[in-house]
């Protein structure tokens, strides 16, 4: 195998655990944004929309961009633009201006999710067996990563601030420093050229390969709808888990972080990214636990959070795979 091939692969895990840290470092410290602007939960669902709806239109912008730029290019840049507007909703003063931070983290964090797919679909094609859910348990890495940075930031007395900046900063030197292991345009070109003949040898007039499938529409629009569900439910479980964690025992910000994540990996194919994960769930628990104003006890309902991740870890990967 070629060694540029492994380096790509490897790039992809890099982007991919930056994606996860970078979105696990905002969830950790919604509690800490919330408090800050002095809004309800009724508010911050209201807020929280709009990183969704941003997330939306940085899909709907990034995709187009890799198609004609290439993934070489659209994941550094998104990646740092996700990067720098990490510390935002941490600085913002009033409802309005974390709406707006909020939006512009969304739409960078929705960009750099499109294209890192995009250029994983590249590299599962090229090693011709299926590599997905490998990138995804990564990305749960990165979530459980953000939650042990948190708890150790939070433990010594760093403010949600500087937490969030000094993770987004080290994301931007870390994207930086992995740009030229990706795959380049001209790589990733040719494997979708020979699917695209491939799958229309013999009929000159079907050059599409959703004109030459027959119903290719309605698997398009399934994907969709999978998609969709595995994010609603993946959404409720980043939001909401780390407030409901602040009302249910004292301020145990760092461990709401690992919410749904650690689970994540251990349903994939990757089994020793799962057992890392759960065990650094296990460290991140008995480290809040014992920090002092912290129940001892064991806080109810421990395992809620890893339900959503043990639900979609499975289906998250098909989406993307299938698409490509």
């Not at 490897?10 to 002095?38: D, K, N, Q, S």
């Not at 969304?106 to 995009?118: I, K, R």
Request: hydrophobic share 50%; charged share 10%; proline share 8%.
């Amino acid at each position: 195998m070629e060694r540029s091939l492994r380096g790509a692969r490897v790039a992809t895990y890099v982007y991919f655990v930056l994606c996860g840290t970078l979105m696990g470092a905002w969830v950790v410290h919604i509690p800490a944004a919330e408090e800050r602007v002095g809004i309800s939960h009724a508010t911050l669902g209201g807020l929280l929309v709009l990183l969704g709806l941003g997330a939306f239109v940085g899909m709907q912008v990034a995709g187009p961009l890799t198609d004609r730029l290439g993934a070489r290019v659209v994941v550094p840049t998104t990646a740092v633009l996700c990067g720098a507007s990490l510390v935002l909703p941490g600085l913002a003063p009033d409802p309005w201006t974390l709406a707006g931070a909020l939006l512009v983290f969304g739409a960078c964090n929705g960009g750099l999710d499109v294209s890192m797919n995009a250029h994983a679909v590249h590299v599962e094609k090229a090693y011709g067996r299926p590599v997905m859910s490998g990138f995804h348990a990564t990305f749960s890495v990165g979530g459980v990563l953000a939650a042990l940075v948190a708890a150790g930031a939070t433990s010594a007395g760093v403010s949600p601030v500087a937490t969030m900046a000094a993770i987004g900063g080290g994301s931007i030197v870390i994207a930086l420093a992995s740009v030229r292991a990706l795959m380049p345009a001209a790589s990733a070109a040719p494997v979708a050229e020979e699917t695209d003949a491939t799958r229309t040898a013999g009929d000159v007039k079907h050059a599409s390969p959703a004109v030459a499938r027959p119903g290719m529409a309605g698997r398009v629009w399934l994907l969709a709808v999978l998609a969709l569900m595995v994010m609603l439910c993946e959404g409720a479980a980043n939001d909401w888990s780390a407030p409901w964690r602040s009302c249910v025992t004292a301020p145990p910000l760092p461990l709401s972080a690992s919410r749904s994540w650690p689970s994540a990996p251990g349903c994939g194919r990757r089994s020793r990214a799962g057992r890392c994960s759960v065990l650094a769930w296990r460290v991140v628990s008995r480290s809040c636990s014992a920090r002092p104003g912290m129940p001892t006890r064991r806080p109810p309902a421990r395992t809620s959070p890893v339900s959503p991740g043990s639900a979609t870890s499975a289906c998250s990967p098909v989406p993307p795979s299938s698409a490509g």
